[in-house]
C-alpha cells in the first residue's frame, strides 16, 4: 500500500483555501508526495491556478477568469473566504507554483480547464512553462477536454498526460492509448471492463478524489499509481497501518 503516492487536492485543501501557495505549501508540511491544481489563462494570457471558471466562489470578486487581467485577478483576496487568517493569500500563477516546485521534491499534477472555456493558447503557454523550468519529469498535464489533450500531444511527444474521465467510460483505454496517456478515474471505474483493459495494456491509473480508506477495501491497489485526495492525514494513517 505504501507504494501508492498520494496528491493533495487543490492542495491540502481542508486546511487552506484550495489552489493557494498556503495550501501548497501546508500539503509538503502534511507529507504529500504530489499536488494537483487546476489552471486557465487571464484575460492577457497569464497562466493561473483557479479551479472554477468564475472568481465568485473562491474570492472577493465577480466575474470569469478569461474575462478579467492578471492585475485584476491579482487584485483580489482568495483567503478570507475560507478563514480570516487566510486574507492576504492571492491567486498564483502556474509560474510562481513551478518556482516553488524546484525547491520541493514534489510531483505536480496540471490540470488544463477547458471543459467550460477554450482557452486558446493554454497548452503552449503551459508546455513553455515546465520546459523553462525543466520539471517535466515531476509533472502530468490532465484534462477532462480531450481535444486538449490532443492538442498538447501534437505538440510534445512526449510530456506525461492524463485523460481525466468520470462516468464517460466508454473507449477511455482506446482514447488513453491514442493520445499515449494515463487515465485518472473516480473509484466506480476500477469495477468495469475498461479498467481490465487499462491494466492489461499497462496504462497507469490514478484515482480521485478519495478521502476515506475504507472506499479502497475493494480496490487492488498494485494496480494505482496514485491517489488524489482531499484527506491527505486520514490516508497517510491507513497507509501506513496498512504496510
Known sequence: ???VKLFAHRGSCTMCPENTMAAFRQAQREGADGIELDVQLSKDGYVV???DRTVTRTTNGRGTV???TFQQLRSLDAGS???????DEKIPTLEEVL????TTELELNIELK???EPYPGIEQAVLDLINEYALRDRIVLSSFNIETLKRVRDLDDSVKLAYLISDQTEE???KALSLKSDLHCQLSFMKTEEAEKAVQEGIAIRLYTVNEAEELISINLN???AIITDALDVLKKAFKVGS
Open 99 to 102: 518556482i516553488w516546485i524546484k
Open 172 to 174: 477511455a483505454v482506446t
Open 66 to 68: 478569461a474575462g478579467l
Open 49 to 51: 491556478v483557479i479551479h
Open 1 to 3: 500500500m505504501t507504494n
Open 81 to 87: 473566504w475560507y478563514n480570516e487568517a487566510c486574507i
Open 114 to 116: 477547458t471543459d467550460e
Open 223 to 225: 494496480y494505482i499509481e
